[in-house]
């Protein structure tokens, strides 16, 4: 009896967040779907110069894209082949310092999102991060890339309640100011000297947060961007475990190069 062919999906949205090499005219694809989460597809042909998904598949462009599975023989059974893509419109490509923003959020996901794991708060938190990333206007990009760091950490179910001190539960003091630790959670702050940050400042991130209001959140990050990132850098480190950002330290050896220049 002839074996059925697999049934594509109906498309979806997208992001291509990673491309790996699979075969001289082909690639495996890490997109990243609001239904499905992270999903591996295998593109087939998209190298040879008349594909016409070769000016689609790129990072940070929002696709239509469909799949289904494939044959056991062609490919790990955790991987599903492309079926359709087409570009579904969106904001302008990131370039510059937003083309490196872009590439280490996506780098986060890889790094802290499962494969198969849905959560349609953090793509549509993703998919509002790409705009103000490409504004690239005064503090936008670095807020908006605390509001995501905040976003992704919640929605992996490792931020703590901003509203609360963490270890003993009592609500924040107006007079008080707190730190966010990656394993104490929210502390208070004993020395003028030690950065953190004012009740009011973390209980207006939680509000945001709770509301999954991405706006509402980058405009909370944009008054405490310097201890927020310092305190956000050590809690991503921590759960990162010893695996690095590549991203990142691209960016720290670009910076050296730049000041060696003359």
């Not at 992001?15 to 082909?26: C, G, K, T």
């Not at 305190?231 to 910076?255: C, E, F, I, K, N």
Request: charged share 20%; proline share 6%.
């Amino acid at each position: 009896m002839a074996t059925r062919a697999p049934r594509a999906a109906a498309p979806v949205v997208a992001y291509v967040l990673h491309r790996y090499d699979w075969s001289e005219s082909s690639l495996i694809l890490d997109l990243y779907t609001r239904e499905l989460g992270r999903v591996a597809v295998a593109a087939r042909g998209v190298k040879r110069p008349y594909s016409q998904w070769r000016s689609v598949l790129l990072p940070f462009q929002r696709l239509h894209a469909g799949f289904g599975r494939a044959a056991a023989s062609e490919v790990p059974a955790e991987v599903l082949t492309l079926r359709s893509a087409e570009w579904a419109g969106g904001a302008a490509m990131l370039t510059g310092d937003a083309l490196f923003s872009g590439f280490y959020v996506n780098e986060l996901l890889m790094k802290l999102l499962a494969r198969g794991d849905p959560h349609p708060a953090l793509f549509d938190a993703y998919a509002c991060t790409l705009p103000a990333l490409a504004a690239a206007a005064d503090s936008e990009p670095e807020a908006a890339l605390r509001a995501f760091e905040l976003m992704l950490l919640r929605h992996t179910g490792v931020l703590p309640d901003l509203a609360h001190v963490t270890q003993t539960q009592q609500p924040l003091r107006p007079d008080a100011r707190y730190a966010l630790q990656a394993q104490s959670g929210v502390v208070t702050v004993a020395s003028a000297d030690e950065p953190g940050l004012n009740a009011q400042a973390l209980l207006d991130l939680q509000a945001a947060i709770d509301a999954d209001d991405v706006g509402a959140l980058q405009a909370a990050c944009a008054g405490d961007l310097p201890a927020l990132k310092g305190m956000l850098r050590a809690v991503l480190h921590y759960h990162l475990g010893s695996s690095p950002l590549r991203t990142r330290q691209v960016m720290l050896d670009l910076q050296k190069l730049e000041r060696a220049s003359p």
